[in-house]
Structure formats: structure tokens, C-alpha cells
């Protein structure tokens, strides 16, 4: 029973992280990504729950196996600076680049097309997640979700390209800096560099204002039952929209 609870507390940790109301579509590819690494590792506590695992992994990868070429969540995941392209592989980081070059120069029409060279990815052995891997084992403890978002940062690099075009400029220098780290917010990020990448952050405002789930907009309709009630049935319409918007938006304005 421990077991099938080790294996099930990273599928909890996940639905609780993308159903948190600052969740956005961008969460969905490094979730993922990490969960199934998580689902590949062997450990000491697999004993009788390999078949499980393996099904899972299977599901998991059938189930989400077209979000890698979805522009909106490979778009939304490059431009979170907390991600950019780590969380895909050679030929994936160009198709991910590509999509967002097309936005870029729908957006200004008047930029030449970006010239995009077939540099080479460099990644790093696996010897250092491995050796990550055998420290939690030696502490006693098996791997976590958020180890694996760890490993899959250190693993990849961004390879150097040719730029032509000064969105395309704006894209590599982007994705040369180092990433913020998971806790911080990357609406703020584009906010402070806005004035650096003009072109980028106003798409990346665009995508990362999408949700991953619903969940947020289902609390919102749970939260007008508390608005309107059998005791205050007679409030105008438009009246408990502006209660709604205030109780969701307000803390927003409080934490800025």
C-alpha cells in the first residue's frame, strides 16, 4: 500500500499545481515532461508496483502526446521564463522556436522572416542525474516531481543560432539568460522586461494568460452562491457581476 501511495503522490502534487488559480497553460509540457522522467526512474520501493508504473507512464504519454506540437502550450512554455525550451529536445526546440518566429512576424509584418540555422543542441550526460538520483536513494528517500523539474533544467542548453531579423535577436537573447527560478511570477518578469524584449512580451502576455484547467472559473461560479442566495435574491444582475469581479481581482491589486 505505501508503495502505490509513493507512486500516486506526484499525480496529486501535479493536479494540485494546475489547479491553482496563478496556473497557466505554460505549466502543462514541464509538468509533463517531469512526471514521466519521475515514472522512469527505478527505485527500491517499485518492488510489486512495476506493471503500475509502466501503465501509467504509458497513459500519461498517450494521453498528452499532442501537446508538443499544440502552439499554444509549446508557445506558452518557451515564454515563461521559468521553462524557455528546456523542457524539449533537439527537434522540438526548433518547431517550438518556429512558432513562435510565425507569431512574431504576423505580428510585425514589416520584419524580414527569420533565417534559422539547424545548430546543434548540447546536452549534458546523464551522469549528474543520476548521481541526483542515487543521493535522495541514499538519504532514504525516492525521487520527487520536483527533483525531476531539476535535472531536466540542468540536462539542456539553448544551442546558438544565426539571427537576421531583431525579433528574431530578441528570441535568442531571451533564451540565452539563465531561467527564474519556479517560484517567481513570469507575468512579472515580462513586466521589468518589457522595454528589453518589446515584441516578445507582448506575446508572451498574450499566451500566458491562458488557464491549463478550468478549475478556477468552476470556483468562480461556486463563489456566486455566496453573492446570491435566498436571503439577498433581489441584487441586480450587474450588481453581483461587479461583487464577483471585485472579490476575484481585488487581492491581485493588493499584492502588486
Known amino acids: 500500500m505505501e508503495n502505490i501511495l509513493s507512486i500516486l503522490a506526484p499525480f496529486e502534487q501535479l493536479t494540485r499545481e494546475i489547479s491553482s488559480s496563478d496556473a497557466s497553460v505554460a505549466d502543462v509540457i514541464p509538468l509533463h515532461a517531469a512526471l514521466k522522467r519521475l515514472l522512469r526512474k527505478e527505485v527500491e520501493t517499485d518492488r510489486g508496483v512495476k506493471t503500475m508504473k509502466s501503465t501509467l507512464l504509458e497513459s500519461v504519454s498517450t494521453r498528452f502526446a499532442d501537446i508538443y506540437s499544440d502552439p ?29 518566429q510565425a507569431v512574431l512576424d504576423k505580428e510585425n509584418p514589416r520584419e524580414e ?64 539568460e539563465v531561467p527564474i527560478p519556479r517560484s517567481e511570477n513570469p507575468l512579472g518578469y515580462w513586466r521589468n522586461k518589457q522595454d528589453r524584449f518589446p515584441d516578445l512580451a507582448k506575446v508572451a502576455r498574450k499566451y500566458l494568460s491562458a488557464p491549463c484547467t478550468s478549475t478556477d472559473s468552476e470556483r468562480l461560479f461556486s463563489a456566486a452562491s455566496h453573492v446570491l442566495d435566498e436571503k439577498r435574491n433581489r441584487l441586480m444582475a450587474d450588481k453581483a457581476e461587479k461583487l464577483l469581479f471585485i472579490k476575484k481581482n481585488l487581492p491581485l491589486f493588493l499584492n502588486k
Open 113 to 176: 522572416a527569420a533565417a534559422h540555422s539547424t545548430g546543434d543542441v548540447t546536452q549534458t550526460t546523464e551522469k549528474r542525474a543520476r548521481l541526483s538520483t542515487a543521493e535522495e536513494e541514499e538519504r532514504g528517500q525516492p525521487p520527487s516531481l520536483s527533483d525531476m523539474f531539476n535535472e531536466i533544467m540542468e540536462e539542456n542548453t539553448t544551442p546558438n543560432r544565426l539571427v537576421t531579423s531583431s525579433t528574431a535577436q530578441q528570441l535568442d537573447d531571451y533564451l540565452s
Open 72 to 100: 499554444l502550450y509549446c508557445i506558452a512554455t518557451v515564454l515563461d521564463p521559468r521553462y524557455k525550451d528546456h523542457y524539449f529536445d533537439a527537434g522540438k526546440k526548433q518547431s517550438a522556436r518556429d512558432m513562435i
